[in-house]
């Protein structure tokens, strides 16, 4: 009897094996989500569900670039030139603090906006920040920004929607544990306010006139990333001399490495255990939310 | 040297003393013309956009957000007469081609001058769908910030004067459009609100309860709906 029970327990032992494989896998990002086809259904990885002693992943993106150079001034200065020289700058200044920095494009090339988020969204405990210089504000300044939360579907929402759009077909979720790549940024809204008030904070120190909280605006390129993420601006592009902006590396990188070294232990902490932080700092935290403004969800 | 000489000199010198007098005056009343004339983009857009008038027009104060001045990352509400249609939809598309073509300044203005309404729709749960010619998207300086001032100067303009709207949709040329002018994300509908309701959201927590999966806080102010 005991040797006819022998294959039976080898067949629970290749079971679990398979299905701990098949665990492993749905974490990684399918190849459609790294080439996304236009009409197919993409999907983003549902958590980073990374332990919590994996080292964290800094993606910098310097915005525009190639064909698109973004905002220019009227001396010449291109957008998608400043900012990949910030982004090297801090790239050395976060691997100096022993962190894993991927960059999204280093040369003057312009990815779209889904090969970016690809990129991010194929890192475990990543953290995702967008740099970009203004037309327009105040020369000098700098603002973060992080997407609005989501807002709850009313009845007269959807009845709007359809109206305006195809009637959504109701299926069940094909790949369970993996979320739609069009809002993958949805489950991680609060962790990227979070990061942003932070960085928001360093920035208003260092640069005279930038805000004390960040706002949240629908800033496309952060709606498709599955990570905490935020988008930077330095005010602006009109500066009559590029040094004015060159000026402003120094202490936005110092403003960025700090401003991660205090969320890390936040993100660690809300990753590991999903549990949030107490009601006192929530509220707290919740405070600087009034001078948000608007955005597209 | 003769008389007459010196008489054609004396002449001559008055006439060039007279211009240098008269010069920069003249200098500045013809970059006043430049400034205060219709540029080729005015008219195209008059042409294009001719003024809306409807039976129940009624001389009313409309308030309209533009940049405040001095300013160039702030906006500021500025009370002008208009004719203000009692329909919400001819109201909308009066309120918004003032927005856009009777700004202070130019230095003011949110939206490029050329641009024009296309078409606008209110459905009556209060979603309003404003369609924009390809201006709108190709003249908006490019950035957050600039786009997000542009955005919000419409939300804010009819928040203020048409209560019936509570959402908009952008259109760009009758499609949807993925950014406005590479940023700001147009697939998704804008809140319109005042920024008095914006600046007074309901509290949300900045981390959520469990991180992944949490309910979204309801009525957050500085949220659109998808």
């Known amino acids: 009897m005991r040797n006819a029970k022998f294959p039976i327990f080898l067949a629970f032992i290749a079971a679990g094996a398979l299905l701990a494989h098949a665990g492993s896998a749905s974490q990684a990002v399918p190849p459609a989500a790294a080439n996304p086809t236009p009409g197919a259904p993409q999907v983003a990885p549902a958590v980073p569900a990374a332990p919590a002693a994996a ?243 | 040297m003769s008389r007459r000489w010196i008489i054609v000199t004396i002449i001559l010198a008055v006439c060039v003393a007279i211009g240098a007098y008269e010069f920069p005056g003249l200098r500045r009343h013809v970059s006043q013309l430049k400034q205060e004339g219709p540029s080729d983009a005015e008219n195209r857009r008059d042409v294009v956009a001719p003024q809306i008038s409807t039976p129940t027009d009624v001389q009313s104060s409309a308030q309209i957000y533009w940049l405040a001045a001095g300013s160039s990352d702030t906006l500021a509400a500025v009370t002008i007469q208009l004719p203000l249609s009692a329909d919400p939809v001819q109201r909308s598309r009066q309120v918004v081609a003032a927005l856009i073509a009777q700004a202070p300044t130019a230095a003011q203005r949110t939206l490029p001058v050329d641009a024009t309404l296309l078409q606008f729709y209110l459905l009556s749960d209060g979603t309003a769908v404003a369609d924009f010619s390809d201006e709108l998207a190709s003249h908006t300086p490019s950035g957050i910030l600039s786009e997000q001032l542009a955005v919000d100067s419409i939300t804010h303009t009819l928040a203020a004067n048409v209560p019936a709207i509570a959402r908009l949709k952008i259109l760009i040329h009758g499609q949807e459009a993925d950014t406005l002018a590479g940023h700001v994300d147009l697939t998704g509908f804008f809140q319109v609100a005042t920024p008095a309701a914006s600046a007074n959201p309901q509290p949300q927590p900045s981390v959520a309860p469990g991180l992944l999966n949490s309910p979204p806080p309801a009525g957050s102010a500085t949220s659109g709906q998808k």
Not at chain 1, 62 to 74: E, K, L
Not at chain 1, 192 to 206: G, I, K, N, P, Y
């Open chain 1, 55 to 297: 080292p964290l992943v800094i993606v910098i993106d310097p915005a525009h670039g190639g064909a698109d150079p973004g905002a220019h001034g009227s001396t010449g200065i291109e957008e998608s030139d400043v900012v990949l020289s910030f982004a090297r700058q801090l790239r050395a200044a976060l691997q100096a603090q022993g962190l894993r920095v991927v960059m999204t494009r280093d040369a003057d090339v312009d990815p779209s906006f889904d090969d970016r988020s690809a990129i991010v969204n194929a890192q475990f405990h990543a953290i995702f920040l967008t740099l970009h210089v203004s037309s327009t504000g105040t020369p000098g300044t700098a603002r973060v920004y992080s997407l609005p939360a989501p807002a709850p579907q009313t009845p007269a929402a959807s009845a709007a929607s359809s109206a305006l759009l195809p009637p959504p077909v109701e299926q069940p979720n094909p790949h369970p544990g993996l979320r739609a790549w069009d809002n993958a940024q949805d489950s991680f809204v609060y962790l990227s306010r979070r990061f942003a008030e932070l960085l928001q904070l360093q920035l208003a120190q260092r640069f005279r006139g930038s805000p004390e909280v960040p706002a949240t605006v629908a800033v496309r390129q952060l709606r498709t990333i599955a990570a905490p993420a935020i988008a930077v601006e330095v005010s602006s592009i009109s500066v009559s001399d590029r040094r004015q902006l060159d000026a402003m590396a120094e202490p936005l990188t110092d403003a960025v490495v700090r401003a991660i070294m205090d969320f890390e232990p936040l993100y660690v902490s809300a990753a590991g255990t999903e549990a949030g932080p107490s009601p006192p700092e929530t509220a707290a935290a919740a405070a600087p939310s009034a001078a948000s403004s608007s955005g597209a969800r």
